[in-house]
């Protein structure tokens, strides 16, 4: 079921875990990640994006959604101008990411103070950051530069009145080209002055420990993206076409893939067993009778 985001991130920041964010770019993204959801009995939040077709994105998560139980919000993520949010908000998404990131902090916040109005007066959930999350595969300057100072931080959540603070605090978007250092004292001290749900975007190869421990100090939600592109791609990599059923199994294949990775990432974050929800039907989940066997076999 979708639900605003700002739902799941309060439940998450009020029992200190926190609720991966995955993508939902196709079916077999959508799909896996949901019946992962539903097995894990987890909260969850799909990420689209304004390149990527979100109104289709958003219709594939909601047909799929609406066959389980366990709260589902749908995130247009880094939305860098105002009709990329309008937009995002015109397609039926539960929350936009209002990323400013870049400008200068009074600029941020009056471009993000206007969005919170408009994103709130639909019921649609805001999340925006302060400080600025770089590239991995340029992390040694952006691992170390721009990151979010906490007093800054809990004047911006009380000016701009968003749902939830992403943070930079040493991770990186994409892959990694140096080991990554996590400033959790930083996070710390962010949380004691913000009080309210943080995110942490650069989740992939950021560090299991790190990221259950953020979740334990002020991360609600932690964004999963790589590791889930990976997951399948090496998948892929690794099928033999030549053997068995020839190709009929691939995309059950890149499916199983998906859904051990989503598993194993809402352990990691504390999110299983925390949807509050009925219990969930996943047999209700579309699977055809081929991918049935080979989920089972």
Not at 88 to 93: A, H, K
Not at 197 to 206: A, I, R, T
Request: aromatic content about 8%.
């Amino acid at each position: 079921m979708l639900v605003p985001m700002k739902e799941i991130l309060d439940e998450a920041y009020a029992g200190k875990y926190g609720v991966p964010a995955f993508p939902g770019g196709n079916e077999i993204q959508v799909r896996s990640i949901i019946e992962a959801a539903a097995e894990a009995n987890s909260p969850m939040i799909f990420l689209v994006y304004n390149f990527d077709f979100p109104q289709w994105n958003r219709e594939l998560i909601q047909r799929f959604a609406s066959l389980v139980d366990v709260p589902i919000a749908v995130c247009l993520d880094h939305s860098p101008t105002f009709e990329d949010c309008m937009m995002g908000i015109r397609t039926g998404v539960t929350a936009i990411m209002a990323d400013r990131s870049t400008l200068p902090y009074e600029e941020n916040v009056a471009h993000v103070s206007v969005l919170e109005r408009a994103a709130h007066a639909v019921g649609v959930s805001i999340e925006a950051e302060l400080g600025h999350v770089g590239q991995g595969n340029n992390y040694a300057v952006d691992g170390v530069s721009m990151l979010t100072d906490p007093q800054e931080a809990a004047r911006f959540y009380r000016e701009t009145k968003i749902d939830a603070l992403a943070v930079a605090i040493g991770t990186a978007h994409g892959m990694y080209s140096q080991k990554p250092k996590i400033d959790l004292e930083r996070l710390k001290d962010i949380d004691d002055a913000v009080k309210a749900p943080l995110v942490l975007h650069g989740g992939s190869g950021s560090g299991e420990d790190n990221i259950h421990r953020a979740c334990s100090m002020g991360i609600a939600k932690v964004n999963i993206v790589t590791d889930i592109l990976m997951a399948a791609n090496q998948a892929a990599k690794q099928y033999d076409f030549a053997k068995g059923m020839g190709g009929q199994l691939f995309y059950p294949t890149l499916s199983k893939a998906t859904k051990k990775t989503a598993l194993h990432m809402f352990d990691v974050t504390g999110s299983t067993n925390k949807a509050v929800a009925k219990p969930h039907r996943p047999s209700e989940l579309p699977v055809n009778k081929l991918e049935k066997y080979y989920m089972e076999g």
